[in-house]
């Protein structure tokens, strides 16, 4: 297990790295540079500019320079923010966007998983159908609608919550609850085909042959069965809420990264989108880290793979 | 001999947007203590419904029309889910046909067998776990105490439904419900799991109902035989008096199209036809349209049971006193003198082994 969690290590650098190139690379790409539309600046402070961050320099010396920084930490200067360095920026804004994310990704999947598994033993009465609704309405209504609705409904009309305010944690409901909508009814729906699924399998007869009840079914073989395919959504679920993140952040005032992201791309802030593309990034190989790691525990024939199987 | 169990005319419909599928049509039989009785049918008699409704495992679609299930004084059929699941793993146990997919793939074996153990018996856990060792290594798994931390996909499918058999057996339960166990095994690892089989039952003294299409294995596994046709039982008998003298034609073409070390034919012999639709059975004998021995009166009134001897009897016709005299096919004709041979020489005792010599599948 050691060396297979370490063997994922070495790929996951492997792979920021390739991340690293691609978007730079990606990004020189990008019509414009950062000053173009300063209309108050002369061309030689645009000049000066250049040679200040190091623009001048041929591509390819800026992206050792940049690849190198990286690699101790460094992530470079905004250009836009009053000349702040990248990693400061992110590191005061990556608070909020992460426990909005981790409360979503919990609050989705647990919810999720016991809706899913609820209307698979309800399959086919009418507490299977509600849930199925509630589902697809989780699902084609997008996050930010219901962003709106919730601020309108809790926060406006009944004064529950507050509306657009980051302080303390009730102010992270709303937004929890907006973004947690699409994991739970992805992983709902999942949930529920799997959990059919392994309930109609041998094993689950067998189970009930030897005595034990429904729960008993349900809770000792069922669910850890079902549970193995819908781990694998927890990575694309992860990348929808990232994205998801930065329009809910806006909704609701939440000093995120998701909205410093938008900003650095339309004003060509060329560290910031670096800085913040690796910060997703990162955040996504250690997803699919993690879930490789679950999927371990969970399945044993995962887990057991390579070492020796007798016959 | 007691009964440890008496099924009374059971009959089992499954809702379907069609209409209702009468499975089981008035299944009646016993089931004694200490004995083998073998179920054999084709796909779709109704052979495997009727175990899941003792068990009561049938899908929610089951709809059970009438008939009781009796075990130990109480209706099965009117237990509860909790009553039943009392029942199930300690009194009654089941093996179904496929390994492959019987053991849960995410949990060891051991905690698999000794499931049983901790749900109906309040065992201390040592005391569990060196009762799943004895049981697991009584089923012939080697050593069995490292092997109760592996997991099913670490073990081979003669060795997975060794451990089924271990799962079913470890509350000594009194009847062993054994769908199929050995179709989806090769022949040899048939051969070792029904030896197995029949050694655990002199061992714990358990009634097995034994359902088969393979009527080799019948003959080598059961004291006494129903066979199934359309959801309803039409012969029932000693192995021996089913095998050397069935009078159901539907258990002469089941015998005839058996192939035996003496089968001279080129084409081994087929039943026509197919069976009926049971979502509107024929009102008279089930089997009337593939019987070419079928009188006028089967396609209107169903036979009722014409007792034969004190342990045989068959739903057909053609025992009726007023029934024409027909000649079986030859093979029945040779089997049934074989018969008399034996009867005459005293030697038609149960499981003797003089009868069974062409038996394939138990060698």
Do not use: C
């Not at chain 1, 173009?36 to 002369?42: A, F, G, L, R």
């Not at chain 2, 088969?212 to 129903?226: E, S, Y």
Request: no cysteine.
């Amino acid at each position: 297990m050691r060396k297979y969690i370490l063997k994922r290590v070495l790929y996951m650098i492997l792979t920021l790295f390739l991340i690293a190139t691609i978007t730079f690379f990606l990004m020189k790409l990008l019509p414009g540079t950062p000053y173009q539309n300063q209309d108050k600046m002369s061309a030689s402070q645009i000049h000066m500019m250049n040679e200040q961050y190091g623009l001048n320099k041929p591509v390819w010396q800026q992206y050792l320079i940049y690849i190198f920084g990286m690699v101790h930490g460094d992530l470079g200067i905004s250009f836009q923010f009053s000349s702040q360095p990248v990693s400061y920026l992110i590191a005061t804004r990556i608070g909020p966007s992460l426990q909005l994310g981790i409360q979503a990704m919990i609050v989705g999947s647990v919810l999720g998983i016991l809706l899913g598994a609820f209307a698979a033993i309800r399959k086919n009465t009418w507490a299977d159908t509600l849930a199925t609704l509630l589902a697809i309405l989780g699902m084609s209504i997008p996050n930010f609608v219901f962003a709106v609705l919730l601020q309108y409904i809790l926060g406006f009309k009944l004064k529950l919550f507050p509306i657009a305010l980051w302080d303390n944690f009730s102010s992270s409901i709303l937004p929890t609850i907006a973004l947690a909508m699409m994991p739970l009814a992805e992983t709902a729906r999942f949930m529920r085909t799997e959990m059919i699924d392994v309930l109609s399998s041998d094993y689950i007869m067998l189970a009930r042959a030897k005595g034990l009840t429904q729960a008993g079914v349900v809770w000792h073989h069922a669910l850890r069965n079902s549970l193995i395919p819908v781990i694998t959504l927890a990575g694309p679920l992860a990348v929808n809420l990232m994205t998801g993140s930065m329009v809910v952040e806006n909704i609701f005032s939440i000093p995120g990264i998701g909205e410093q992201f938008v900003k650095s791309i339309t004003t060509n802030d060329y560290p910031t989108i670096m800085g913040v593309t690796m910060v997703y990034s990162f955040m996504l190989v250690i997803v699919i880290l993690v879930v490789d790691i679950l999927y371990g525990i969970i399945d044993p024939r995962i887990r057991l793979s390579g070492s020796e199987v007798s016959a | 001999m007691d009964n440890i169990l008496e099924v009374k005319d059971l009959k089992i419909n499954f809702g379907t947007f069609a209409g209702d599928v009468q499975a089981v049509r008035g299944v009646s039989f016993n089931l004694r203590k200490g004995e083998t009785l073998a179920i054999v049918g084709e796909t779709g008699s109704g052979k495997s419904v009727t175990t899941k409704a003792i068990m009561g495992l049938l899908d929610s679609n089951a709809k059970i029309a009438s008939g009781s299930i009796m075990f130990a004084g109480e209706d099965l059929l009117k237990a509860n889910a909790h009553e039943m699941a009392a029942i199930n793993g300690n009194n009654i146990a089941e093996i179904i046909q496929d390994p492959m997919t019987s053991l849960d793939p995410t949990m060891t074996i051991g905690k698999q067998v000794s499931e049983p153990l901790r749900i109906h018996k309040s065992m201390s856990k040592e005391k569990a776990i060196a009762r799943t060792k004895e049981v697991l290594a009584l089923v012939g798994i080697q050593n069995a105490e490292a092997r109760m931390k592996d997991y099913p996909h670490q073990f081979s499918g003669g060795q997975r439904q060794r451990i089924v058999i271990a799962m079913a057996l470890v509350n000594y339960p009194k009847i062993l419900i054994a769908d199929e166990p050995t179709t989806a095994l090769d022949v040899t690892i048939q051969a070792q799991i029904l030896d197995l089989m029949t050694e655990l039952q002199q061992k714990i003294d358990t009634s097995i109902i034994f359902i088969t299409h393979d009527l080799g294995v019948v003959a080598g596994m059961a004291d006494r035989v129903a066979v199934m046709y359309a959801g309803k039982i039409i012969e029932v008998g000693t192995v021996d008096e089913i095998f050397y003298d069935p009078k159901h034609p539907y258990t002469w073409g089941l015998i005839n199209s058996m192939p035996t070390l003496d089968t001279k034919a080129k084409r081994l012999y087929a039943i026509p036809g197919t069976p009926p639709d049971l979502l509107d059975p024929p009102k008279g004998d089930a089997f009337a349209p593939r019987n070419e021995y079928a009188l006028k009166i089967d396609t209107e009134m169903a036979p009722p049971f014409f007792p034969i001897t004190a342990t045989h009897s068959a739903a057909t016709w053609l025992l009726h006193p007023d029934a024409p005299q027909v000649t079986p096919p030859p093979e029945i004709v040779r089997r049934q003198e074989v018969y008399q041979e034996m009867v005459d020489k005293g030697l038609d005792q149960p499981n003797n082994p003089e009868v069974k010599l062409n038996t394939p599948a138990t060698d």
